[in-house]
């Protein structure tokens, strides 16, 4: 009673086990869970013995001595009623496997449902179904079935054995094995299915894998019709009413004990039953006893180990849910699902590689020091191994959140690393292969370009004024003309003092500061595009023009006021002085040796002024090699010089150049 009590506790809520059908025929079975309940015998009805009739006929055709031309073998196994034996077609010298009834197993039902199976297999010609040669009797009218003989093992022997799958056929992942197995059991399924075929017994025990991996699903003992062909050669779905199946794996109709609802949903329960046995190791429906068993699959609530992956205990759920209308409505849709866990498994397994990829990436990172080239040499490598696999497991997978997520934490990672490297413009690049950028990082973003061209600007500036008082711009023409200007300056007054003689020597100061002013308006015309290409050179030039064209006003002036010609000539010394030292504080403070000489020079000549013309002589020369001191030229400028010099006076001269 104690065991009866625990039963009815686990049948759904107000029912007893009076309710049940299946409750007095399941208690006269003396089996263990594992076996077929077959269903009971009965006596042939009329479509059942038209279909007997046919070994009338097989006995007309000659078929009578179909045994005769098998020679047979070692027996292959036995079952309740039927024994397999090996053979050989002598014929076609072809192996092959030959099923009987077992001795002492007789009897119109016996026959009948030996018939009817190799009738139901014969019908369905499918690569993954054993196929059925030839029909007939032997000599004593029983009947012979000739089927292809499988040389392999049951699925239950190798589900669990991960070594002998390995070493077999080379598969290393017993689960995506089995369950490309079951997907081919399915495969036949949903093949009898479209003929009208539920096989009823779908279990690991009832598929063969041959020696070179071939899957069969074998023992269509119970397999019966949903469509009458009115031969009487199928049994029908709709009058298979009492139990039958593997206790193991039952669905809740296939108890019986009312109107039959069997359908195709009921083969996809078992197909559930069988994954739910390849992901926990045995069969979904457990008990103490046979009748334990039965309850467990009238309650049909499998307990599946909290290790089985999400998605494969929703399948098992679905596939195996008590109500026939709430499973999948097909085997191709249950297999479907097996499918999409494969590709998800596989997307998965590429996410798992890139994450631990991109937590190596992440220590790069932080450990990364601003403008550390071998860092990024290694930082960029593994970003790229991290992108792409990520990339390929959302290629496999489109909703793979492990791979999305992944992908953005290392494009969000480089999009820092790439800020701390003061490089926005990557940043920018980098989070737009984001199908959505966090407010966060593009505000980062955008204050840091925004700080890097307010950065470049100023930079940028800078650099323009850097340009502008490049002292090497114009270098070589800047000491040319210095070089022409300084040496007429120190020539021409000291002429000047020897050939001085006239009271009024005012023609020779205005034919001399004309004559230099002109001078450096030709020459600076000449020399425009260099000496007027930075602010350094505008600035020299200007010096140059104003030392030499302020000493024509002042002459004129001072020649009105009447004064002296050689109180003026010093006064232009003065004039020197000044502009000298702004240069000096303007252009470069090396000229402050030239200041002195020429503050001097004025003191001098105001209290010599006989010796004026010599200081002015004395002082261009200072000013000279202060000059070509402070802009001395790099040996190929003294050479390009030197040949532009040469060039002068050959032109000069109407000679040619001097060979080099």
């Known amino acids: 009673m104690g065991e009866e009590s625990n039963i009815a506790s686990a049948l759904p809520e107000g029912q007893t086990l009076e309710d049940q059908g299946w409750y007095e025929y399941a ?25 007997l009739g046919a070994l009338s006929n097989f006995a007309a055709e000659g078929q009578v001595g ?44 016996a026959t009948l449902k030996m018939l009817r199976e190799a009738w139901i297999t014969g019908s369905l010609e499918h690569p993954n179904i054993v196929p059925i040669y030839d029909v007939g009797v032997d000599a004593e009218s029983r009947p012979l079935i ?10 239950s022997e190798l589900m669990g054995d991960a070594a002998a799958v390995s070493e077999t056929f080379g598969a ?22 479209s003929r009208g075929i539920l096989h009823r017994d779908l279990k690991p025990e009832n598929v063969m894998i041959g020696e070179f991996g071939e899957v069969y699903l074998v023992d269509w003992g119970i397999a019966v019709s949903t469509e009458d062909d009115g031969s009487g050669r199928l049994p029908l779905a709709a009058r298979a009413t009492e139990m039958a199946g593997t206790p193991y794996y039952m669905a809740p109709e296939m108890l019986g004990g009312g109107a039959s609802q069997l ?17 926990s190791g045995r069969p979904p429906h457990q008990g103490t006893n046979l009748m334990a068993v039965i309850a467990s699959a009238a309650t049909s609530s499998p307990n599946i180990p909290d290790a089985v992956p999400d998605e494969l205990r929703q399948t098992i759920i679905e596939a195996m849910a008590r109500e026939p209308a709430k499973r999948f409505p097909s085997a191709e849709t249950f297999r479907l699902a097996l499918v999409e866990f494969l590709e998800h498994r596989g997307s998965e397994r590429l996410a798992d590689e890139a994450q631990h990829r ?13 403008g550390d080239r071998e860092a990024r040499d290694r930082i960029y490598p593994l970003f790229n191994e991290c992108r792409f696999g990520f990339q390929s497991a959302l290629d496999a997978w489109r909703g793979n959140p492990e791979a999305r997520d992944g992908l953005e934490r290392a494009v969000e990672a480089m999009v820092g690393y790439e800020l701390s490297e003061d490089d926005p413009r990557s940043a920018a690049t980098l989070a737009a292969t984001l199908d959505e950028v966090p407010q966060e990082l593009s505000t980062r973003i955008v204050e840091a370009q925004a700080d890097k061209d307010e950065r470049d600007q100023h930079l940028a500036s800078l650099a323009a004024i850097g340009r502008d008082e490049d002292r090497d711009v114009g ?98 010394i003065a004039v020197w002085a000044i502009v000298t030292a702004y240069s000096a504080f303007a252009i470069d403070r090396r000229l402050i040796p030239t200041v002195v000489v020429a503050t001097a020079a004025f003191l001098i000549s105001c209290a010599y002024p006989g010796i004026r013309w010599p200081l002015i002589s004395l002082l ?38 001097p060979a080099k």
């Open 620 to 657: 261009s020369a200072v000013l000279l090699v202060n000059a070509m001191w402070i802009w001395r030229l790099r040996r190929e400028d003294v050479d390009e010089v030197r040949d532009r010099l040469d060039g002068h006076l050959a032109r000069l001269t109407n000679r040619p150049p």
């Open 475 to 572: 270098r070589r023409t800047r000491t040319f003309l210095t070089t022409l200007v300084g040496a007429t300056w120190v020539c021409g007054p000291a002429i000047a003092f020897f050939h001085e003689g006239s009271e009024d020597s005012w023609p020779l100061t205005f034919l001399w500061n004309g004559g230099m002013f002109a001078f450096i308006i030709i020459a600076g015309l000449w020399a425009r595009e260099s000496m007027t290409k930075t602010a350094f050179n505008r600035r020299v030039g200007a010096a140059v023009l104003l030392a030499i064209g302020a000493g024509l006003p002042l002459h004129l002036g001072n020649w009105l006021m009447g004064i002296s010609a050689e109180d003026s000539q010093i006064l232009g």
């Open 172 to 193: 290393h992942d017993l689960l995506e094995w089995n369950l490309g197995v079951l997907q081919q059991v399915c495969n036949a399924v949903r093949f009898a299915h």
């Open 27 to 51: 208690r006269t079975l003396n089996l263990r869970p594992s076996e077929t309940i077959v269903p009971p015998k009965h006596t042939p009805d009329a479509s059942g013995l038209r279909a």
């Open 146 to 155: 000739i089927l292809k003989k499988i040389e392999g093992k049951e699925w």
């Open 66 to 109: 179909a045994a005769a031309a098998i020679e047979l073998g070692t027996t292959l196994g036995e079952g309740g009623m039927g024994i397999v034996r090996a053979g050989t077609q002598v014929a076609l010298g072809r192996s092959v496997a030959v099923k009987t009834l077992k001795p002492g197993v007789d009897g119109d039902w």
């Open 358 to 370: 991109l937590e190596h990436l992440m220590g790069y990172i932080a450990a990364a020091s601003p």
């Open 263 to 279: 359908s195709e949903r009921s083969d996809v329960y078992l197909l559930g039953a069988i994954l739910y046995e390849i992901v």
